[in-house]
């Protein structure tokens, strides 16, 4: 990677998605703050608003919630209009990015990089469109993008953080309840070898009195109800 790439890695704080040698995309790793070819970059434009003291770290100044995700699909149904909406970046200065971009995409793939650049230089003029322009909005375009993502991701994590604590509160009430149910079982055991162990003690008073007597008594009294046949 030479040297410019670093630089230019290091004043947007890794925002550049970059290529591996197997093609995946990977994010661009910003130089470390003592590289010689890093040095004496200022911390200007991009990277002020970054690094203010009242930035949220790695959310690329993007305080405020993001637009509310679609269904996730191919490409995440992105609102990117109210992306860009919420981080302060005008239609206008869109629509140059946009311009820059096609006039681009519209130049022969062999057309050598040096050529390009002024080709696009020109057209860029021709329109009265300053570069200068045309690269902070496209700075703040991606700023904007990895705000969203960071935003994002913490919204995930803090979603998935309270999933898993009501998660575990459920399982509690659960394991609870299922104690209390067991409890109440092992209860009412008790309860039927204490009545089992009085009837006994009452049983021997019928015992004495004989199988008949007892009978009619109880066919002949309105109090009793005959023991359900087994």
């Given at each position: 990677?030479?040297?410019?790439?670093?630089?230019?890695?290091?004043?947007?704080l890794?925002?550049?998605?970059?290529?591996?040698?197997?093609?995946?995309?990977?994010?661009?790793?910003?130089?470390?703050?003592?590289?010689?070819?890093?040095?004496?970059?200022?911390?200007?434009?991009?990277?002020?608003?970054?690094?203010?003291?009242?930035s949220?770290?790695?959310?690329?100044?993007?305080?405020?919630?993001?637009p509310?995700?679609?269904?996730?699909?191919p490409?995440?149904?992105?609102?990117?209009?109210?992306?860009?909406?919420?981080?302060g970046?005008a239609?206008?200065?869109?629509?140059?990015?946009?311009?820059?971009?096609?006039?681009?995409?519209?130049?022969?793939?062999?057309?050598?990089?040096?050529?390009?650049?002024?080709?696009?230089?020109?057209?860029?003029?021709?329109?009265?469109?300053?570069?200068?322009r045309?690269?902070?909005?496209?700075?703040?375009?991606?700023?904007?993008?990895?705000?969203?993502?960071?935003?994002?991701?913490?919204?995930?994590?803090?979603?998935?953080?309270?999933?898993?604590?009501?998660v575990?509160?459920?399982?509690?009430?659960?394991?609870?309840?299922?104690?209390?149910?067991?409890?109440?079982?092992?209860?009412?055991?008790?309860?039927?070898?204490?009545?089992?162990?009085?009837?006994l003690?009452?049983?021997?008073?019928?015992?004495?009195?004989?199988?008949?007597?007892?009978?009619?008594?109880?066919?002949?009294?309105?109090?009793?109800?005959?023991?359900?046949?087994?």
């Amino acid at each position: 990677m030479s040297d410019e790439h670093k630089g230019l890695g290091h004043t947007v704080l890794g925002w550049f998605i970059e290529k591996d040698a197997h093609g995946n995309e990977v994010p661009f790793t910003p130089a470390p703050a003592d590289d010689p070819s890093t040095s004496g970059i200022p911390a200007t434009g991009a990277d002020a608003a970054l690094t203010a003291a009242d930035s949220p770290a790695g959310t690329g100044g993007f305080q405020m919630p993001p637009p509310a995700m679609g269904t996730p699909g191919p490409l995440g149904n992105v609102d990117f209009d109210a992306v860009f909406d919420a981080a302060g970046i005008a239609a206008e200065e869109r629509g140059q990015v946009e311009r820059a971009r096609e006039l681009l995409a519209n130049l022969p793939a062999e057309t050598a990089a040096p050529v390009k650049k002024q080709i696009v230089a020109a057209s860029l003029k021709a329109f009265g469109i300053p570069i200068e322009r045309i690269i902070e909005a496209s700075a703040q375009e991606i700023q904007a993008l990895e705000g969203y993502i960071q935003t994002g991701a913490a919204q995930a994590e803090s979603f998935r953080a309270e999933a898993d604590r009501k998660v575990a509160a459920f399982e509690q009430e659960i394991k609870r309840i299922r104690e209390a149910a067991e409890s109440r079982v092992r209860e009412q055991q008790g309860v039927v070898g204490a009545c089992n162990a009085k009837k006994l003690e009452v049983q021997q008073i019928l015992e004495f009195f004989g199988q008949e007597a007892v009978a009619q008594v109880v066919r002949d009294s309105p109090k009793l109800q005959s023991p359900p046949q087994t």
